[in-house]
């Protein structure tokens, strides 16, 4: 499984999620806002992308502050 913030220009923000889960596993994650580094990101649309048993779905997210 693969969880991956990016902004609208298609750079990975941060990666939330990079490892092995079993069939029946379940997961909850929440993103802080932040990037890779721990820096708050500006506000602004980002898309997030999950990734898992060879599949792949993308959604926005709105950061409002």
């Not at 580094?37 to 502050?65: C, F």
């Amino acid at each position: 499984v693969r969880l991956q913030v990016f902004d609208v220009s298609g750079s990975v923000v941060r990666t939330l999620v990079d490892e092995e889960f079993g069939a029946e596993s379940t997961a909850q994650v929440v993103w802080d806002g932040r990037d890779g580094e721990g820096r708050e990101v500006p506000e602004g649309v980002y898309l997030y992308q999950l990734q898992a048993a060879g599949t792949s779905m993308s959604r926005k997210v709105l950061i409002v502050r």
